[in-house]
Protein backbone atom coordinates (compact mmCIF):
# COMPACT_ATOMS: atom_id res chain seq x y z
CA UNK A 1 0.00 0.00 0.00
CA UNK A 2 1.39 3.33 -1.04
CA UNK A 3 2.07 5.17 1.97
CA UNK A 4 2.99 8.28 0.44
CA UNK A 5 6.13 8.16 1.47
CA UNK A 6 7.66 10.11 -0.94
CA UNK A 7 6.19 13.64 -0.25
CA UNK A 8 9.38 15.45 0.92
CA UNK A 9 8.36 18.02 -1.26
CA UNK A 10 9.70 20.70 -3.71
CA UNK A 11 7.89 23.42 -2.48
CA UNK A 12 7.53 26.96 -3.47
CA UNK A 13 6.43 30.32 -2.73
CA UNK A 14 4.23 33.15 -4.33
CA UNK A 15 4.21 36.75 -3.94
CA UNK A 16 0.87 37.17 -3.66
CA UNK A 17 -2.35 35.49 -4.97
CA UNK A 18 -4.82 36.51 -7.10
CA UNK A 19 -7.73 35.45 -6.14
CA UNK A 20 -10.52 35.79 -8.36
CA UNK A 21 -12.68 32.45 -9.42
CA UNK A 22 -15.93 31.18 -9.32
CA UNK A 23 -14.93 28.71 -6.65
CA UNK A 24 -16.75 31.11 -4.73
CA UNK A 25 -19.05 34.38 -5.13
CA UNK A 26 -17.95 36.31 -8.14
CA UNK A 27 -18.48 39.28 -6.45
CA UNK A 28 -16.71 38.56 -3.22
CA UNK A 29 -12.73 37.25 -2.70
CA UNK A 30 -12.45 33.78 -3.54
CA UNK A 31 -12.96 31.18 -0.25
CA UNK A 32 -9.15 29.39 0.60
CA UNK A 33 -9.01 26.31 0.31
CA UNK A 34 -8.37 24.78 3.82
CA UNK A 35 -7.67 21.38 3.89
CA UNK A 36 -6.99 18.53 1.37
CA UNK A 37 -7.32 14.51 2.87
CA UNK A 38 -6.16 12.17 0.78
CA UNK A 39 -7.57 8.79 0.59
CA UNK A 40 -6.82 5.61 -0.98
CA UNK A 41 -8.05 2.19 -1.62
CA UNK A 42 -7.43 -1.40 -3.33
CA UNK A 43 -8.46 -5.01 -2.72
CA UNK A 44 -11.90 -3.30 -0.98
CA UNK A 45 -9.78 -1.40 1.42
CA UNK A 46 -10.14 2.14 1.72
CA UNK A 47 -7.98 4.21 4.19
CA UNK A 48 -7.32 8.01 5.19
CA UNK A 49 -3.69 8.26 3.81
CA UNK A 50 -2.94 11.83 4.97
CA UNK A 51 -4.43 15.27 4.98
CA UNK A 52 -2.80 18.66 3.92
CA UNK A 53 -3.44 21.47 5.84
CA UNK A 54 -2.97 25.43 4.01
CA UNK A 55 -1.99 28.59 6.57
CA UNK A 56 -2.04 31.87 5.16
CA UNK A 57 -1.28 35.14 6.56
CA UNK A 58 -3.57 38.61 6.66
CA UNK A 59 -2.68 39.09 3.07
CA UNK A 60 -3.90 35.51 1.98
CA UNK A 61 -0.70 34.51 1.23
CA UNK A 62 0.39 30.59 1.56
CA UNK A 63 2.89 30.87 4.60
CA UNK A 64 2.79 26.88 5.44
CA UNK A 65 1.50 23.57 4.75
CA UNK A 66 1.69 21.31 7.04
CA UNK A 67 1.11 17.02 5.61
CA UNK A 68 0.41 14.15 8.45
CA UNK A 69 1.89 11.32 6.59
CA UNK A 70 4.43 11.65 6.38
CA UNK A 71 4.83 14.53 9.06
CA UNK A 72 6.28 17.51 6.68
CA UNK A 73 6.10 20.86 7.32
CA UNK A 74 6.99 23.66 4.56
CA UNK A 75 7.76 27.15 5.69
CA UNK A 76 7.96 30.55 3.58
CA UNK A 77 9.14 33.02 3.16
CA UNK A 78 9.11 36.34 1.18
CA UNK A 79 11.99 38.54 0.71
CA UNK A 80 10.55 40.99 -2.05
CA UNK A 81 8.36 40.90 -4.71
CA UNK A 82 10.86 39.15 -6.71
CA UNK A 83 12.67 36.65 -4.50
CA UNK A 84 11.25 33.96 -2.66
CA UNK A 85 12.80 30.92 -0.53
CA UNK A 86 10.98 27.88 1.12
CA UNK A 87 12.26 25.14 3.37
CA UNK A 88 10.82 21.68 3.85
CA UNK A 89 11.51 19.08 6.86
CA UNK A 90 10.03 15.57 5.87
CA UNK A 91 10.23 13.16 8.62
CA UNK A 92 9.13 9.44 8.76
CA UNK A 93 10.12 5.87 10.27
CA UNK A 94 12.88 5.80 7.93
CA UNK A 95 14.32 9.03 7.35
CA UNK A 96 14.35 12.51 7.57
CA UNK A 97 14.48 14.84 4.50
CA UNK A 98 15.09 18.69 4.13
CA UNK A 99 14.25 20.62 1.19
CA UNK A 100 15.54 24.29 0.08
CA UNK A 101 14.63 25.96 -2.90
CA UNK A 102 15.27 29.92 -3.20
CA UNK A 103 15.12 32.25 -6.68
CA UNK A 104 14.44 35.06 -8.07
CA UNK A 105 10.49 36.06 -10.02
CA UNK A 106 10.35 37.43 -12.70
CA UNK A 107 6.95 38.69 -13.82
CA UNK A 108 5.68 36.58 -11.27
CA UNK A 109 6.83 33.01 -11.83
CA UNK A 110 10.54 31.19 -11.50
CA UNK A 111 12.36 31.20 -14.26
CA UNK A 112 15.36 29.99 -12.60
CA UNK A 113 15.62 28.58 -9.06
CA UNK A 114 18.08 26.54 -6.81
CA UNK A 115 17.36 23.10 -4.86
CA UNK A 116 19.62 21.60 -2.87
CA UNK A 117 18.30 18.17 -3.82
CA UNK A 118 18.03 19.00 -7.61
CA UNK A 119 20.49 21.75 -8.40
CA UNK A 120 19.78 24.20 -10.75
CA UNK A 121 16.01 24.12 -12.14
CA UNK A 122 15.90 26.34 -15.37
CA UNK A 123 11.85 27.26 -16.75
CA UNK A 124 11.11 28.71 -20.23
CA UNK A 125 7.32 29.63 -21.25
CA UNK A 126 5.59 30.79 -24.01
CA UNK A 127 2.14 32.16 -23.91
CA UNK A 128 2.98 33.11 -20.15
CA UNK A 129 2.28 28.72 -19.61
CA UNK A 130 5.25 26.61 -19.14
CA UNK A 131 7.09 24.96 -21.91
CA UNK A 132 10.38 23.64 -21.04
CA UNK A 133 11.95 22.64 -17.79
CA UNK A 134 16.03 21.94 -17.42
CA UNK A 135 16.88 20.46 -14.38
CA UNK A 136 20.84 20.63 -13.45
CA UNK A 137 21.52 20.11 -17.26
CA UNK A 138 19.98 16.42 -17.21
CA UNK A 139 16.49 16.47 -16.58
CA UNK A 140 14.80 17.69 -19.80
CA UNK A 141 11.13 18.34 -19.84
CA UNK A 142 8.47 19.77 -22.74
CA UNK A 143 4.85 21.04 -21.97
CA UNK A 144 2.02 20.89 -24.81
CA UNK A 145 -0.68 22.69 -24.43
CA UNK A 146 -3.93 22.93 -25.88
CA UNK A 147 -6.73 25.20 -25.30
CA UNK A 148 -4.97 26.77 -22.36
CA UNK A 149 -5.02 23.29 -20.86
CA UNK A 150 -1.89 21.46 -20.31
CA UNK A 151 -2.65 18.10 -23.08
CA UNK A 152 1.18 16.38 -22.02
CA UNK A 153 4.44 16.09 -20.88
CA UNK A 154 7.67 14.69 -22.53
CA UNK A 155 10.59 13.34 -21.94
CA UNK A 156 13.37 11.80 -23.47
CA UNK A 157 13.86 8.63 -22.30
CA UNK A 158 9.92 8.58 -21.43
CA UNK A 159 10.27 8.07 -17.82
CA UNK A 160 8.14 11.59 -16.77
CA UNK A 161 5.62 10.95 -19.49
CA UNK A 162 2.62 12.25 -19.52
CA UNK A 163 -0.73 12.55 -21.04
CA UNK A 164 -4.15 14.65 -20.51
CA UNK A 165 -7.92 15.49 -21.24
CA UNK A 166 -8.83 18.68 -20.03
CA UNK A 167 -12.62 18.06 -18.69
CA UNK A 168 -15.25 20.35 -18.36
CA UNK A 169 -13.94 21.26 -14.29
CA UNK A 170 -12.97 24.41 -14.02
CA UNK A 171 -9.26 24.79 -11.99
CA UNK A 172 -10.84 28.34 -10.79
CA UNK A 173 -9.69 27.62 -7.03
CA UNK A 174 -6.61 29.24 -5.18
CA UNK A 175 -4.63 26.28 -5.66
CA UNK A 176 -4.01 24.24 -8.95
CA UNK A 177 -5.84 21.67 -8.24
CA UNK A 178 -4.11 19.47 -10.92
CA UNK A 179 -1.20 19.46 -9.09
CA UNK A 180 -2.82 16.93 -6.50
CA UNK A 181 -2.85 14.21 -8.76
CA UNK A 182 1.14 14.54 -8.07
CA UNK A 183 1.46 13.29 -4.60
CA UNK A 184 -0.33 9.82 -5.46
CA UNK A 185 2.53 9.39 -8.40
CA UNK A 186 5.02 6.91 -7.85
CA UNK A 187 7.61 7.84 -10.07
CA UNK A 188 11.17 8.17 -8.58
CA UNK A 189 11.67 11.79 -7.23
CA UNK A 190 8.50 12.99 -9.14
CA UNK A 191 7.59 15.64 -6.55
CA UNK A 192 11.45 17.55 -6.56
CA UNK A 193 11.05 16.74 -10.43
CA UNK A 194 7.54 18.26 -11.40
CA UNK A 195 8.34 21.32 -8.33
CA UNK A 196 4.78 20.41 -7.18
CA UNK A 197 4.44 22.80 -4.63
CA UNK A 198 4.96 25.75 -7.27
CA UNK A 199 2.51 24.37 -9.64
CA UNK A 200 0.47 24.43 -6.82
CA UNK A 201 0.92 28.20 -6.51
CA UNK A 202 1.40 29.15 -10.20
CA UNK A 203 5.01 29.73 -9.51
CA UNK A 204 5.95 27.79 -12.90
CA UNK A 205 3.31 30.30 -15.32
CA UNK A 206 -0.12 30.15 -16.51
CA UNK A 207 -2.14 26.70 -14.94
CA UNK A 208 -4.62 24.76 -16.95
CA UNK A 209 -8.00 26.27 -17.03
CA UNK A 210 -9.84 23.31 -16.34
CA UNK A 211 -9.04 19.83 -14.79
CA UNK A 212 -6.62 17.94 -17.10
CA UNK A 213 -7.14 14.23 -16.70
CA UNK A 214 -4.78 11.38 -16.79
CA UNK A 215 -5.24 8.83 -19.46
CA UNK A 216 -4.38 6.67 -16.94
CA UNK A 217 -7.61 6.96 -14.42
CA UNK A 218 -11.19 7.81 -14.85
CA UNK A 219 -12.26 10.28 -13.28
CA UNK A 220 -15.47 11.41 -10.79
CA UNK A 221 -16.35 15.09 -9.24
CA UNK A 222 -18.61 15.75 -6.22
CA UNK A 223 -19.79 19.56 -5.41
CA UNK A 224 -21.70 21.43 -2.14
CA UNK A 225 -24.82 23.52 -2.47
CA UNK A 226 -22.62 26.42 -3.16
CA UNK A 227 -21.36 24.08 -6.20
CA UNK A 228 -17.65 24.28 -4.94
CA UNK A 229 -15.91 21.22 -5.78
CA UNK A 230 -15.49 19.26 -2.72
CA UNK A 231 -13.87 15.98 -3.53
CA UNK A 232 -11.90 14.76 -7.27
CA UNK A 233 -11.91 11.50 -7.03
CA UNK A 234 -9.93 8.79 -9.63
CA UNK A 235 -9.74 4.97 -10.36
CA UNK A 236 -7.27 3.62 -12.04
CA UNK A 237 -7.63 2.09 -15.06
CA UNK A 238 -5.27 -1.14 -14.83
CA UNK A 239 -6.27 -3.72 -12.71
CA UNK A 240 -5.33 -3.60 -9.11
CA UNK A 241 -2.16 -4.96 -8.14
CA UNK A 242 -1.94 -7.03 -4.60
CA UNK A 243 -0.79 -4.64 -2.12
CA UNK A 244 -1.40 -1.50 -4.19
CA UNK A 245 -4.05 1.47 -4.21
CA UNK A 246 -5.79 1.96 -7.23
CA UNK A 247 -8.56 4.22 -6.19
CA UNK A 248 -7.76 7.90 -4.26
CA UNK A 249 -9.89 10.47 -2.98
CA UNK A 250 -9.15 14.24 -2.52
CA UNK A 251 -11.54 15.58 -0.23
CA UNK A 252 -11.21 19.23 -0.01
CA UNK A 253 -12.45 21.56 2.34
CA UNK A 254 -12.68 25.45 2.54
CA UNK A 255 -11.92 28.52 5.57
Not at 126 to 138: G, P, V, Y
Request: charge should be neutral; charged fraction near 20%; aromatic fraction near 12%.
Amino acid sequence: MNKLKNVYIAAAFICAFVLTSSCGDDADPIKLIDRVAVFEGGNDEYRLATTMRFVYNDRRQLIKIETASPVTEVNYTYYSEDSISYSVVAASEENMQYVKVGGKLSKGRYSRCYSNKMGYMLYSYEDKCLSNTMINNNIQLNYEWKGGNLKSIHQDGGLYNSEYTASKVSNDCNIDLNALLQFIDRRPQYLLVMNTYAQLIELLGKKSKNIVESKDYNYDYAYNSDRQLTSISLTSKSPAVSGSANTFSFKISYK
